[in-house]
């Protein structure tokens, strides 16, 4: 667990920075979830996702869900949501802190 208490928005935008990376990850406002990472995976993770962060990942379900979504294009639809599912900038902080691993 990565407790980064950066907040939902910026926890969703490491979990798709790090799916881009190959990692799958959940979040909650305190914490990104990575469900099995060794190590040696979390070495140089912090300069990767400075430069893989983007916007939080859309399900279609979401979509879906969003007010007037049939009149929307579907790109547009996914981008809208992204975007107000995301914090970069606060990710992007939370990627530069130092990270201390603790085994169990």
Do not use: C, Y
Request: charge should be negative.
């Amino acid at each position: 667990m990565w407790w980064t208490f950066a907040g939902t928005k910026a926890n969703n935008s490491l979990v798709g920075a790090l799916a881009s990376t190959g990692i799958a990850a959940t979040s909650n406002p305190e914490s990104v979830t990575l469900a099995s990472v060794k190590i040696d995976d979390l070495r140089g993770l912090a300069s990767l996702l400075q430069v893989g962060i983007t916007a939080a990942t859309v399900d279609r379900q979401a979509v879906d869900g969003l007010k007037f979504s049939a009149a929307l294009p579907l790109n547009l639809a996914v981008d809208t949501l992204a975007e107000r599912g995301s914090d970069e900038r606060h990710a992007r902080a939370s990627a530069d802190e130092p990270v201390v691993v603790q085994q169990r």
